[in-house]
């Protein structure tokens, strides 16, 4: 499944900003889709994702704050980020769980987005 990823950018403080992913035509079938982030020098961390029967899991640092909305189904989920903090500046990668037509299972990223917030 290749994920397409848009959004991001240099936002101040208190500010917002909206991620956007969609998986290109496939017929695989894509049960949870999220977003990770990954800051420099950290590790890549799960900020939120959104399963099938569209459950939400949220880290505890931006709940509140970020809300996830999607259709695992129609392959597209979006993050609505608010009330940004410099601490929130990370490369985020959108990702999907897949399965293909013979049951394989595969986690698949998109190219990563920049989010910078200034303070």
Same mark, same amino acid.
């Given at each position: ?6 959004? !991001?950018?240099?936002? +101040? #403080?208190? %500010? =917002?900003? @909206?991620?956007?992913? &969609?998986?290109?035509? *496939?017929?695989? $079938?894509?049960?949870?889709? !999220?977003?990770?982030? +990954? #800051?420099? %020098? =950290?590790? @890549?961390?799960?900020? &939120?994702?959104?399963? *099938?029967?569209? $459950? ?17 189904? &129609? ?45």
């Amino acid at each position: 499944v290749r994920l397409r990823g848009s959004g !991001g950018g240099l936002v +101040q #403080a208190g %500010g =917002s900003l @909206r991620l956007s992913c &969609a998986a290109d035509e *496939s017929p695989d $079938s894509i049960h949870v889709m !999220g977003w990770y982030r +990954q #800051a420099a %020098g =950290s590790q @890549r961390e799960l900020v &939120a994702r959104i399963d *099938s029967l569209g $459950s939400t899991d949220y880290a505890d640092s931006v709940k509140g704050r970020f809300t996830i909305s999607g259709d695992t189904a &129609a392959k597209w989920v979006w993050l609505e980020m608010n009330s940004l903090k410099p601490e929130d500046t990370a490369v985020y990668y959108c990702h999907a769980n897949s399965t293909n037509e013979y049951g394989m299972g595969y986690a698949n990223w998109g190219p990563g987005t920049q989010v910078t917030v200034s303070s």
